[in-house]
């Protein structure tokens, strides 16, 4: 029996020897389980604080950043518009000055060639009414109908030659 007690001895003391050794294994790991979790959570809130802190400002800084550019984009592309609409409106412009211009030039040859007329008749007034006053044998009254005439043929007669030589040139050719 004393063996059977000393085997118990051994055993009891070799077992609280293990539980002993297992009570520290337990706590280490217990304590380090403790600190893990201590670490985990920190680098869990230094995560939450970067997110918060760092990414989210400059997230809404860059969607507002897209916002303006989107808006930029837009304000870009009425102008564009704007200046396409004002380039159509120049050339319609500039169509309608050549347009006008053309219907000056032909006015003021319309001018000219109805001065030059007018001043023909005015001619062939003066030469009629001296014919008139030779018919009745008024010499003195056809000197005098005819007095200007002869201004009016030398203004006249350089715009008869101007508006008749593109006719006469044309004449020669044919």
Not at 107 to 132: G, K, P
Request: aromatic fraction near 6%; charged fraction near 25%.
């Amino acid at each position: 029996m004393e063996t059977i007690k000393t085997d118990e001895k051994q055993h009891t003391s070799h077992s609280e020897k293990e539980k002993q050794q297992s009570g520290r294994l337990q706590r280490f790991f217990r304590k380090g389980l403790i600190w893990l979790v201590i670490i985990v959570i920190a680098f869990s809130a230094g995560m939450a604080a970067d997110h918060f802190l760092r990414y989210q400002p400059l997230s809404d800084a860059h969607g507002e950043t897209r916002a303006e550019l989107a808006q930029a984009h837009q304000h870009l592309s009425d102008l564009q518009a704007e200046i396409d609409n004002l380039n159509r409106l120049n050339q319609e412009a500039g169509e309608n000055i050549a347009a006008l211009e053309a219907e000056k030039k032909n006015l003021q040859e319309e001018i000219e060639t109805t001065i030059t007329h007018l001043q023909l008749s005015q001619v062939l007034v003066d030469v009629s009414s001296a014919r008139v006053a030779l018919f009745r044998e008024d010499v003195v009254e056809a000197k005098s109908t005819l007095v200007n005439t002869r201004q009016r043929w030398k203004s006249f007669f350089p715009a008869l030659l101007n508006s008749t030589l593109p006719w006469l040139k044309t004449c020669r050719s044919d």
